[in-house]
């Protein structure tokens, strides 16, 4: 995989590395001061499908181990259920771990609810009308619409991390080459991994200022999910399917503040349970396969 990862990389495909990882942290911190930031820190995530257009085959196995639509389906369920499994864990560590950040955020996520379903002003709405009533429905779109939409383009963080991630690489390959050549490069990898799971939890903490009480207890919370989020990208080998996990579960975080306390509970439970059917699914398949080439080889 490090070989693969650190393959030549153009002057073009370089800079655009850079621009969605240095000149977003950049972006990422000047939200704090500017809505034009945050616009920009948006448009950059867009941007960054299309670098992971150009990165993404560099971690996937596809091409040598050949997958179907099925065994894909399974690794999403799967990675899923992990990270729904790991960031439950972090949550009730946190909790009690951090204190203080974890009351700040209880009470971030109470405040920011609250402004949105109650800042709307419905006063003037006569649900007699039609134009009326397509008025209240986008009243409810633009409420959690834009939360929505961040949550959509949070997934792309994920080509942030690999595009870290090779970068660190090629360093590593520069400043160790004995090491790098005599082939024991998982440590470079898991300090890769271990790296940009950091950062991930600092970036976490760029746009708003805090007392580093809080601070602190958000930078490991992130770090670990991030730490997760990194772990399932290098066992599925997937960056779309990581990215598509980080998406869902942000999403499903927001519905949860906002229509459904569980809303998080039962998408996990519904990915559980496609998750078991493809897997006996799966199973099956592969012993009528088993069974069909016993039957050839004994004729």
Known sequence: ??????????????FAMLVITVGAEVLLYLTRFSYLAGTLYDAMMVSSFFVGLKLHKRISDSERNPVTKR???LKFTGAFLVFFLGSTI??????????????????YVQDY????????????????TKAEHVSTFFEKVDTIGPDLYTDALAGLEEVWRLAYIIFLLVVCKKLFPKRWAS???DIFLMVALFLTSILFGIDHTLDTAEPWSIKIGAIVTFANMGLVFGLILLWTRSLWITVLVHSLYDIFATLSWFYLDNAMELMALVVLVVHVILLFIEKRSLHQLEQAEGVQVAE
Do not use: C, W
């Open 1 to 14: 995989m490090t070989t693969n990862l650190t393959k030549p990389i153009s002057i073009q495909l370089a």
């Open 71 to 73: 065994q894909l389906m």
């Open 90 to 107: 972090i949550n009730i560590y946190s909790s009690n771990t951090f204190n203080d950040f974890n009351v700040n955020y209880d009470q």
């Open 113 to 128: 609810t609250d402004l949105q379903t109650n800042g709307e002003d419905h006063s003037n709405v006569d649900q007699g």
């Open 183 to 185: 082939g024991s490069r």
